[in-house]
Structure formats: structure tokens, C-alpha cells
């Protein structure tokens, strides 16, 4: 019953209205990424999703995955659309052109991804860590890896996994205890078990490359002595030259609430054999390549599922007719979206969307602008802003996405309940965006720990300023952005007070400090995008109406939270 | 493996301390009600909702209702707990002796309510309706009605239905279209389709008496042309005095989110034969009757999946180990309860369960009062602050255990996703509270609409009233209780601006007007147990330290949300 249509319209005026993302193209290492190739993109993968993906999302929610004697089934079509995914050039769009990708940049990555993800979420998952593979293999692989695998991850023909978790050991890393044994060969044998494994096992290719952390025998304890390999499901041995079965298996698949359509792995190896990758014991900051990543598209599954939570929801509200609205003057009853407390739900929804999706647009262009920057200090300064960005963009738009996922449901009433409407869906599959690739808990560690002192709290200043800057420009023609600038205030001294608090108070207040700041970084995207529609409202007075309308509910009604989270931080510090 | 444990000494603080519900005993109604009646049906209902109920709650959810040729059957064991749960007398707590209940106050059988759904929550829908409907007859029933049905209501024989929605028609009451004609026999024929009938069909007895409403031949349009009809599965032919297969029939049942093993059914009434209840065209005010009743219920149920949530997460958080807690000493890693950020989450859901339930206790305490009173100034006196509390004891504590189970599943991390836990199954079950029973925001149109200005406003004032008495007499001993007294004056004056907003106003912060007065409601709750705390102390050092604690973090750290709702009403108003 639910269907789903690309947000390109909006994806226009953010790339090149708001962010101006015609600069790319005028850097060496982005000079095909021209207006018509994104839009050339967008269409086609706009299609893709609407066409090929969305009609098997119910289907394969309610069929989920199948596990017998160790092999994995996807639902019907997956296998199918899987093939005209990697057919179609998705799977590596910001791979190089030599490794059979497209060179293209991370802000369009993310747009592909966010439709990918509100098309179909579980099969989103199988295809999540390609783009940030490859790019761990370019930095950290040896060249026999390269050689193996790059091509294979920028084109789709294979799908890598990521390895961390083990039944005792999730959050804290350092506890895990796979080994990893040297043989005679130059590589390892691999021994232990892992869980929670996205993709682990699946029928949509052959072989599955696994990057498992692990132990080497003289490894430190804790988190410095852990290593990564590079462990696939099948290899060619080099004597033979045949290929081999690896000594790993899929022990079974989990239970869960949803992304049922997504194979999530028991993982056993049994001496398997692994290639180290990057140095030994030097496997966290290797893995943090494909976890940063995975944390900002984490952030953009949030994005998926409060657009794709209110597309529902708002054609169910223009529908269903109950009641009189107040101040109509027709007979009979008016559609729900004419009542006042419906309109602030779909409000709601629409500035975590669309406020949203630009946010996490800044951070991936920032990701561009670093790697196309000619100087080491320009492209130090946007690392530095994704550094600080990152958890952030993780958990606020995790949980902004749960939230608008909910008022979805809320917004159908019972038959939000009910499954075949597919609000209660994006429940149960957004629902482990606050979980995995961190917690949001984790991530509020993070952001109070490692990334408040990043150079001395410069980095994170830096973002503070952009933040600042954002505002005060758009304060000029969009007045409800001074909400905005005393909240920043508020923020900045909080900050402040954070630097001189002791560890409990810190992690105490961590999580409303984190969301101080997402609501902060949302209502300057949501001054941007003001400021922008006033320059632009001629030209299409209905679009911009309503961002100046969101503009405006995030401002006045969303925004006031961070008084709640301000009164509560300072009851600890 | 989840498995359930009454809180049976919250019950006794709650009960005794700080209720004080002996004085019920000094009334004629109640004299029976004794100190060691309410603990031996309590520890008795524990026990059968621990050992019986609990652990089949897990095998429903994955097993759910099955739906086959007209019936329904429900899973493993249900129909053998419900024959205990009948027989024990489980069913009519409340009902008069002389037609087989047991004659003892709301405020015992809303514990034994929460426990009962605690314990199963698809079970414990089934029963849901008894008590009311039990009330309902006895108020509007005609003579037939009463020796037919009251005896089988208070014991249990049969399980009353209630069928207000139709596809077309939720919220908005008056566009039902069940058509009721008179026969030749008093009776009448009732014609239409209802959906979301919980427990319209099912296994556990042979009869289920349908509550239905339905227009009149003669009816005026909207909701002042609504009757209601008593129309049971089975009747007695008056001729032939056999039982008879009435022209009714279960069509399907809803595939739903969670409340799996509850069957929710579309039911279809094809000239079926029904029994007028109470006058034509009144049947809405006789339905509110169990509406009413079931408002309160499900208010009591989001404390039930607070308390079950917490009690989930609680025993997981001390067990599972991962990282050093700020300030700890050992060696290895720390129980996750001793993180600041994860004892946050446990304190919320622990204020949510034990505020909420004092705060529903007071509202069934009220109802009881009501009940037992002397003279009518006295009853009404209680009756108004029932009529003002019920919108947001509904509202406001379905709100909070989604919100605590939300966090049960925070807590447990990737475990929390997976279902043998059982976190993720509270989420499921606890998300319809918000919607049935009239939505969240039906509710807050009813605080804001007619509760607001019944008795032109002296009913809402009682109840404001009250409150700061709560916190003015714990300010003494307790000081964040100022807190409390401070928020107040906000929702007093947030209350006087709404008597002269616009109704487009009203309706577009009702929700946030709510929310704000069950924060309030809660902290009025938590200063009376803080106080009562304080005074006990010494009896049970550890137990009262608890409940100090989590008054504290109630007051200084959830509190503080109002400061968000009361800028964003004041944006608008």
C-alpha cells in the first residue's frame, strides 16, 4: 500500500540553491560532477528506487530472512533487484573511475543512499559498507588486497561485512577475544565468534569479504592490541589455484524487531584464514574508516525515515477526512491534516526531514571539500568539521528519525498499527539507527570526550563559529534565527562549563548536551535554508512558502527543547 | 527469558504510606477493604501473574492469533490461564458480592490491572472490559440486560467487547453508519461493519457479548444520533429456549505491530440481534462509561511497560559489563548500570513507572471516593478531579512508557533489537496505548475543550489546587519540590491564556498543554512520596534512598521539560 517518491525537488534546491554544490566541479578532483551529471544521478537512481526497490519492502519485511544448514535466503526479488543495483553502477559512485566506479562526491553519495535507505531499508543494508571498504582497502590495504578487492567493492560484486561485536563485548571494544594466529603463509588464522553481522551471510553474491578485528598472540590487552584482517568467505588458493571454502560459518540469523529483510549474522570462525590489514594492533583506526562512514549514514537512515514516515503520513492525512477543523466553513468532515495537532506532527517530521537532510549534506560536503582541498590546511580544517559533525549527525538524526517514525504511526491512528500501511514498519527498522555503529550514548562520549578536545576545543569551536555565522547571516531577512543565536549562546556556555566538569558530571549530561547541539546545528541549517527561500520565493511560491513555513515551526516550536536540556545539564554541572 | 516480578513493596509504600488507602476501610461501601484483604489479593495476583501470565507472554507474541473460517484461536496456553484466571475471581474485583464479584475498591484493582498487563500485556486485553462494562449495565442496563449479563460479567463467563470504529470513521464518532432497526420483539437488528474489535472473536469462552453502537431509523445526523446496543455472540430464543448463532461473524483479524496474541478483529453484524442499552440516542454518554474506564486502564498500562521495561533493563544493566565507569576503581570493566549515561535511562523509566503509578493510584483513589461518599458535594468533588485527570493520566502515561520501554531497549543496545529479550516486544505492545481509546490528541482536545471549562474552569482549579498543596506541603522537607511549585505557576498562567485563545490556538498546542500538565501532575506525585519518604526513612534505609534518588532526578532532571512545552504553547498563544 505504501509507495515512495524521491524527494528531488528538494534535493535541487538544497545542492544547488542552499549548498551551492556547483564549486565541486570546480575542483580537479570533481570536475565531471557537473549540475548534469547530479541531476542525470538522481533521476535515474530516483527510479531505481521507486521502481525497483520500494514495490519489495512490505514483501520482504514480512518474509524476512530464511537460515538453514548455514546458508541465508533474502526475501523474493532481492536477489533480482540486488543484480540491477550492481548492474546499474550503484554500488561505487564515489569509487575511482580505474576501479570501476564513478568518482563522484559524497554529497551525492548520500542522496542516493537516503532514497536507497526510504525505498527499502533492509535491502539498503546489504550494499552500506561498500563505499567505505574501498576506501579503507586504498589507505590501509596491502597491494594484494587492492588487487583482490577493489574492483570488486567499487563495482558491487562483492558485499564486505564489518566484524566487531562479540556476545560479551559491544560498547567496549577493547574486551574482544578472536584470535589471530600467524601461519606460513603470510596471513592468519582467524578463530572466534562475532555476532550482530550485518550481511554475514547472504544469497546475493558468492563470496563475502569480512573485515574482522581480531587479536595477534603478542597483542597488548585492551583496545591497543587489536588488529584488523580481512577475512572473505571464499579464496583462490595459490598453490591450486582454486577456490577455497574459508573455516568461517553463519551460525544463525537473529530475531528482531525489523530490518527483517536484513540478515543479521552468528559468525563463526574456525581457523580461518585472514590478511592483516594496515599494521599490526593498529585495527581500531583502520575499522574507524568504515565506521565513521557507517555513523554518517547512520545519520542519513534517520533522514529516510522521517521523509519516508511522512510521505505516508501525509497522504493518509490529506485522505482521511474526521471531524470539523477549527475556523472551516464546509459540511461534513475536513482531512486530518486541516487539524491543528495533526499539522505539528507533519510539521514535525518535516523539519527533522528536511532539516535533517541538509545537515548531513554539510558534513558529506565538508567530506568533498577535504578531499578535493589543494592545501593541507584547508582540508584540515573540514576534517575537522566532520570529526566534530560526526556524532552529532549520528545520534540527533537517529533519533530524530525515531521520532518522526513514531508521529507517523501516531499520525494513522490505529492504522498506523496495522502492518500493511508501513508506519509501523519504519518503527521497528529505524529503531537500531540509536544502537548500532556506537549507541547514542557512545556517541555522546564521543562528542564530550575525544572531539570537545580535539586541538584544544578549536575544532569544535570552528564548528560553534560556522554555526554562528549561519545564523547571524540569516537573522537579517529571517528574524526567528535570533531564537537561534541565543540558543547557540546558551550552547557555547555550556561548552564552556563541560571543559571544567569532572568524568561523571561529563558523561552525565553527555546525551542533552548532544542533543543541545543537534537542535542547534538543525535550527542553522533551517536559517540557511530561510534565508535562501526568501532570495529564491518568486520563482516557485508554493515550494518555498513551505520551507519558510517549516523554517519557522522548527524555530518557534521545535527549537525551544534545548531549554529543557539546558535546565537539566545545568542541575549537573 | 524476561521474567516479570510484581512490585509488590511499591504497592505497600504506595498503598499504606503514602495513600493512606485505610480510610477507605471506615466506609460503609469499602469496611471489608481491610489492610490484609489489599495485601493477601495482591500477593495473590502476583503470584498468579508471575507463575501463569508471564511466561506465556513471550511464546504469544511469536505465536500471535490464528484466524481460520470465522474463528479465532488463541495461542498455547491462553485458554488455560484464562479458566484460572476466571475461576480465581481475577474478573470482578470490583463488582458487588451479590452477583459474584468482590466488592473492593478501583484502587486495588488497578494494581492487579498493571500487573495482569505487566506480566502479559495480549492477555490481559482480553479481560480488559469486564469491570466497566460490568459498571455500565448496571447504570443503563435494563432488567433482561442485568439478570443476563451481570453475574457472567463479575465472574468472568464472559468477555464484554466494545465496537465503536468503523473503517471510515475513528475519532470522529458521529459518522458512524451501523444501523440499528426495531423488530417485532423489543429487540432491534443491527447492520454494519466495526473494525479494531479487541477480542471480537476468540477461544477462551463460547458467548461474547458485543457493545455496539449504532443509529436508529429515527436518529439525527452526528453524534447525537448514536445508540448502543448490547449484541451477543450467542442468545437464548425466547420461544424455543435454545441458544441461537446470532447474525454476527468475525471477517479477519489485524495484522498489527505488536499485542500479537490480542485479536483485533473486523467484525461484521448482518442483522444480528441486539438489545437497546439505556435510551436512544444516548448510547455515546453510556459508551463513555467504558471509555472513561478504559482511559484510566490505559494510562495504567504505560506503567505497566515502564515498570516491565525497567525491570528488563535493570537486571541486563547489572549484569552486563563493558568499560570503566567514571570514578570506579576495579579492575575490568564495570556493570553498564554504573555509567552515568545508562543509569540516566534506568532512572527515567523508574520515575515514569513509580510517578505514574502514584499518579493513576490517585485517580482510582479519587473513583473510590467518589464511590464510598456520604453526600454529593463530597462525590462530586471527586468525580470532577476523575473527569479532569483522565485525559492525562491516558495521555501523558501512555507517552511515558513508550518512552521508558523506548529506553528498556536503549539500555539492552543490540540485545534490546533482538526478541528473546523481550525489551523490543514492550515497545511493540505499548505503541497502540497512545492511539486507542481515543488518541493522544483527542485526549488533549478533551482536557482543553471541555475539561478546561467544566464547571467554568472550578473542576480544573480543584485539581490545580490540589497540586500545589501536594508541593507546598513536601516543600518543607523537600526542597526541589520548589521546582515543582515554579512549573506550576507556569501551567496556571499557561491555563488562563488558553481560556481566551482562539480555538485554532487551543488545538494547536492542546497536546503540549498536556504533556505540561502531566509533568506537573508527576511532580506533585513525586514530592508526596519524597516527603513520605523522608518521614520513613529509617524503617528501610535502602528502599526510601531509592525513592529519594529518583524524586531528585524526577525534579532536576525530567521536570525541566516543561520549560520546552511552555516556550513552544507561548510561540503560539
Given at each position: 500500500?505504501p509507495?515512495?517518491?524521491?524527494?528531488?525537488?528538494?534535493y535541487?534546491?538544497?545542492?544547488?540553491?542552499?549548498?551551492?554544490?556547483?564549486?565541486?566541479?570546480?575542483?580537479?578532483?570533481?570536475?565531471?560532477?557537473?549540475?548534469?551529471?547530479?541531476?542525470?544521478?538522481?533521476?535515474?537512481a530516483?527510479?531505481?528506487?521507486?521502481?525497483?526497490?520500494?514495490?519489495?519492502?512490505?514483501?520482504g519485511d514480512?518474509?524476512g530472512?530464511?537460515?538453514?544448514n548455514?546458508?541465508?535466503?533474502?526475501?523474493?526479488?532481492?536477489?533480482?533487484?540486488?543484480?540491477?543495483?550492481?548492474?546499474?553502477?550503484?554500488a561505487?559512485?564515489?569509487?575511482?573511475?580505474?576501479?570501476?566506479?564513478q568518482g563522484?562526491?559524497?554529497?551525492?553519495?548520500i542522496?542516493?543512499?537516503?532514497?536507497?535507505?526510504?525505498?527499502?531499508?533492509?535491502?539498503?543494508?546489504?550494499?552500506?559498507?561498500?563505499?567505505?571498504?574501498?576506501?579503507?582497502?586504498?589507505?590501509?590495504?596491502?597491494?594484494?588486497?587492492?588487487?583482490t578487492?577493489?574492483?570488486?567493492?567499487?563495482?558491487?560484486?562483492?558485499?564486505?561485512?564489518?566484524?566487531?561485536?562479540?556476545?560479551?563485548?559491544?560498547?567496549?571494544?577493547?574486551?574482544?577475544?578472536?584470535?589471530?594466529?600467524?601461519?606460513?603463509?603470510?596471513?592468519?588464522?582467524?578463530?572466534?565468534?562475532?555476532?550482530?553481522?550485518?550481511?554475514?551471510?547472504?544469497?546475493?553474491?558468492?563470496?563475502?569479504?569480512?573485515?574482522?578485528?581480531?587479536?595477534?598472540?603478542?597483542?597488548?590487552?585492551?583496545?591497543?592490541?587489536?588488529?584488523?584482517?580481512?577475512?572473505?568467505?571464499?579464496?583462490?588458493d595459490?598453490?591450486?589455484?582454486?577456490?577455497?571454502?574459508?573455516?568461517?560459518?553463519?551460525?544463525?540469523?537473529?530475531?528482531?524487531m525489523?530490518?527483517?529483510?536484513?540478515?543479521?549474522?552468528?559468525?563463526?570462525?574456525?581457523g580461518?584464514?585472514?590478511?592483516?590489514?594496515?599494521a599490526?594492533?593498529?585495527?581500531l583506526?583502520?575499522?574507524?574508516?568504515?565506521?565513521?562512514?557507517?555513523?554518517?549514514?547512520?545519520?542519513?537512515?534517520?533522514v529516510?525515515?522521517a521523509?519516508?514516515?511522512?510521505?505516508?503520513?501525509?497522504?493518509y492525512a490529506?485522505?482521511r477526512?474526521?471531524?470539523?477543523?477549527?475556523?472551516?466553513?464546509?459540511?461534513?468532515p475536513?482531512?486530518?491534516?486541516?487539524?491543528?495537532?495533526?499539522?505539528?506532527m507533519?510539521?514535525?517530521?518535516?523539519?527533522?526531514?528536511?532539516?535533517?537532510?541538509?545537515?548531513?549534506?554539510?558534513?558529506?560536503?565538508?567530506?568533498?571539500?577535504?578531499?578535493a582541498?589543494?592545501?593541507?590546511a584547508?582540508?584540515?580544517?573540514?576534517?575537522?568539521?566532520v570529526?566534530?559533525?560526526?556524532?552529532i549527525?549520528?545520534?540527533?538524526?537517529?533519533?530524530?528519525?525515531?521520532?518522526?517514525?513514531?508521529l507517523?504511526?501516531?499520525?494513522?491512528?490505529?492504522?498506523?498499527?496495522?502492518r500493511?500501511?508501513?508506519?509501523?514498519?519504519?518503527?521497528?527498522d529505524?529503531?537500531?539507527?540509536?544502537?548500532?555503529?556506537?549507541?547514542?550514548?557512545?556517541?555522546?562520549?564521543?562528542l564530550?570526550g575525544?572531539?570537545l578536545?580535539?586541538k584544544?576545543?578549536a575544532?569544535?569551536?570552528?564548528?560553534?563559529s560556522?554555526?554562528?555565522?549561519?545564523?547571524?547571516?540569516?537573522?537579517?531577512?529571517f528574524?526567528?534565527?535570533?531564537?537561534?543565536?541565543?540558543?547557540?549562546?546558551?550552547?557555547?556556555?555550556?561548552?564552556?562549563?563541560?571543559?571544567?566538569?569532572?568524568?561523571?558530571?561529563?558523561?552525565?549530561?553527555?546525551?542533552?548536551?548532544?542533543?543541545f547541539?543537534?537542535?542547534?546545528s538543525?535550527?542553522?541549517?533551517?536559517?540557511?535554508?530561510?534565508?535562501?527561500?526568501?532570495?529564491?520565493?518568486?520563482?516557485?511560491?508554493?515550494?518555498?512558502?513551505?520551507?519558510?513555513?517549516?523554517a519557522?515551526?522548527?524555530?518557534?516550536?521545535?527549537l525551544?527543547?534545548?531549554?529543557?536540556?539546558?535546565?537539566?545539564?545545568k542541575?549537573?554541572l
Amino acid at each position: 500500500m505504501p509507495s515512495y517518491s524521491a524527494p528531488l525537488k528538494d534535493y535541487q534546491f538544497l545542492l544547488h540553491r542552499v549548498f551551492k554544490v556547483e564549486e565541486l566541479s570546480q575542483t580537479s578532483l570533481f570536475e565531471h560532477a557537473t549540475p548534469d551529471v547530479f541531476d542525470a544521478v538522481l533521476t535515474e537512481a530516483a527510479r531505481f528506487c521507486e521502481n525497483v526497490l520500494a514495490p519489495i519492502n512490505r514483501s520482504g519485511d514480512e518474509q524476512g530472512c530464511q537460515f538453514e544448514n548455514g546458508r541465508v535466503t533474502t526475501p523474493d526479488g532481492f536477489r533480482e533487484a540486488y543484480a540491477l543495483f550492481r548492474d546499474g553502477g550503484w554500488a561505487g559512485l564515489t569509487a575511482a573511475p580505474e576501479h570501476g566506479g564513478q568518482g563522484l562526491p559524497h554529497c551525492l553519495q548520500i542522496l542516493v543512499d537516503e532514497m536507497t535507505t526510504s525505498a527499502n531499508f533492509g535491502f539498503a543494508m546489504y550494499r552500506g559498507l561498500n563505499e567505505a571498504a574501498y576506501r579503507l582497502l586504498v589507505r590501509y590495504g596491502s597491494d594484494h588486497l587492492k588487487d583482490t578487492y577493489l574492483e570488486a567493492f567499487a563495482t558491487g560484486a562483492l558485499l564486505p561485512t564489518m566484524n566487531l561485536t562479540e556476545p560479551h563485548c559491544g560498547s567496549d571494544l577493547g574486551l574482544l577475544r578472536t584470535r589471530a594466529e600467524p601461519d606460513d603463509q603470510g596471513t592468519y588464522r582467524i578463530s572466534g565468534n562475532k555476532i550482530f553481522i550485518t550481511g554475514g551471510e547472504h544469497d546475493l553474491t558468492d563470496n563475502i569479504p569480512h573485515f574482522v578485528l581480531a587479536r595477534l598472540p603478542d597483542a597488548p590487552a585492551g583496545s591497543r592490541g587489536i588488529s584488523l584482517f580481512l577475512v572473505p568467505k571464499l579464496y583462490t588458493d595459490e598453490e591450486s589455484g582454486l577456490e577455497v571454502r574459508n573455516a568461517l560459518s553463519c551460525g544463525a540469523i537473529e530475531h528482531k524487531m525489523g530490518l527483517k529483510a536484513s540478515a543479521t549474522c552468528v559468525m563463526n570462525y574456525d581457523g580461518a584464514k585472514g590478511w592483516l590489514v594496515g599494521a599490526p594492533h593498529s585495527g581500531l583506526q583502520a575499522m574507524f574508516t568504515l565506521m565513521n562512514a557507517a555513523r554518517l549514514g547512520v545519520g542519513v537512515q534517520g533522514v529516510s525515515a522521517a521523509e519516508s514516515s511522512h510521505q505516508i503520513a501525509s497522504a493518509y492525512a490529506a485522505e482521511r477526512k474526521q471531524g470539523k477543523a477549527p475556523g472551516t466553513t464546509g459540511v461534513g468532515p475536513d482531512p486530518i491534516n486541516q487539524h491543528p495537532d495533526v499539522r505539528r506532527m507533519l510539521l514535525t517530521q518535516k523539519a527533522f526531514a528536511e532539516g535533517g537532510r541538509a545537515f548531513a549534506l554539510r558534513m558529506a560536503f565538508s567530506i568533498d571539500k577535504a578531499h578535493a582541498a589543494d592545501h593541507a590546511a584547508e582540508r584540515e580544517k573540514h576534517e575537522d568539521l566532520v570529526q566534530v559533525m560526526t556524532p552529532i549527525v549520528k545520534a540527533f538524526l537517529s533519533d530524530a528519525g525515531n521520532e518522526a517514525a513514531n508521529l507517523g504511526v501516531q499520525i494513522l491512528g490505529g492504522h498506523g498499527y496495522i502492518r500493511e500501511w508501513g508506519a509501523e514498519q519504519w518503527v521497528r527498522d529505524i529503531r537500531i539507527a540509536t544502537i548500532y555503529e556506537g549507541t547514542n550514548g557512545i556517541q555522546a562520549l564521543d562528542l564530550t570526550g575525544r572531539k570537545l578536545t580535539l586541538k584544544d576545543g578549536a575544532a569544535l569551536g570552528q564548528y560553534l563559529s560556522l554555526l554562528k555565522s549561519l545564523l547571524e547571516d540569516a537573522n537579517n531577512s529571517f528574524s526567528p534565527a535570533a531564537d537561534g543565536l541565543t540558543a547557540l549562546e546558551d550552547l557555547s556556555d555550556l561548552t564552556a562549563r563541560l571543559k571544567s566538569a569532572t568524568a561523571a558530571q561529563v558523561s552525565e549530561v553527555a546525551s542533552e548536551y548532544l542533543a543541545f547541539f543537534g537542535l542547534v546545528s538543525l535550527a542553522a541549517e533551517w536559517a540557511l535554508i530561510a534565508k535562501t527561500a526568501l532570495v529564491h520565493q518568486k520563482e516557485d511560491p508554493q515550494f518555498y512558502a513551505d520551507k519558510l513555513e517549516t523554517a519557522h515551526f522548527y524555530m518557534k516550536r521545535l527549537l525551544p527543547r534545548y531549554l529543557a536540556l539546558d535546565a537539566s545539564i545545568k542541575a549537573v554541572l
